[in-house]
């Protein structure tokens, strides 16, 4: 499965895309930011660069699923407001593409990567660049954009583990049970 990661921002939206592997190894496919008009450019058209950049994304490397980082509340309301919209338009470029979109909040991308929730953002670029085996660190918004990847690629893959145990025929689990309750017995 590829997934593409993304890191909006009004001004820089930065872009990972992953593959899962069918042995569950994740490997580094692309990574980069779509970058807006600076201050003279209207909200609109930043807006529509990023729509357009992200459509571009999609079409090139064919992702199967999108995951994007959560809009959290600052101090700055107005930078909240912004970057919910360059959230939105990035949501509804992988949309017309008829892709799904999950979100996570910045707290789980970091404890997916780094293991703890309050991670800086050197360890996360660190924990990236090493989780890809990449050869040199990416830039800061492409290398949250992978985070949020990696974020998604770490859910699929316990998702996917959850429905094969779940989906054991009832005999199967059956005897998992019971020697499940064996080994309590035994543990006594």
């Known amino acids: ?17 992953v593959n899962i592997l069918g042995s569950g190894k994740i490997t580094y496919v692309a990574s980069g930011c779509v970058r807006t008009p600076g201050a003279q450019a209207t909200l609109a058209e930043r807006l529509h660069v990023i729509y357009q ?16 980082e959560k809009v959290f509340m600052a101090k700055n309301a107005d930078s909240a407001l912004k970057l919910g919209q360059a959230r939105a338009a990035a949501i509804l470029a992988a949309c017309n593409h008829a892709l799904g979109v999950s979100e996570y909040s910045a707290l789980q991308i970091k404890q997916a990567v780094v293991g703890r929730g309050h991670a800086q953002k050197d ?3 660190h924990m990236v660049k090493v989780l890809l085996n ?13 985070a949020c990847a990696l974020c998604h690629a770490h859910h699929a893959q316990g998702t996917r583990a959850l429905g094969a145990v779940v989906r054991r025929p009832r005999r199967l689990r059956a005897l998992a049970g019971f020697a499940t309750a064996q080994a309590l017995k035994a543990a006594r």
Not at 1 to 17: A, E, K, Q, Y
Not at 53 to 68: K, L
Not at 134 to 146: C, E, N, R, V
């Open 1 to 17: 499965m590829r997934v593409l990661g993304i890191d909006p921002g009004s001004r820089l939206t930065g872009f990972g895309v």
């Open 53 to 68: 950049g992200i459509g571009e994304v999609i079409d090139r490397y064919h992702p199967e699923a999108v995951a994007i």
């Open 123 to 125: 360890q996360v670029k």
């Open 134 to 146: 990449l050869s040199g660190t990416p830039q800061a918004d492409a290398a949250d954009a992978l």
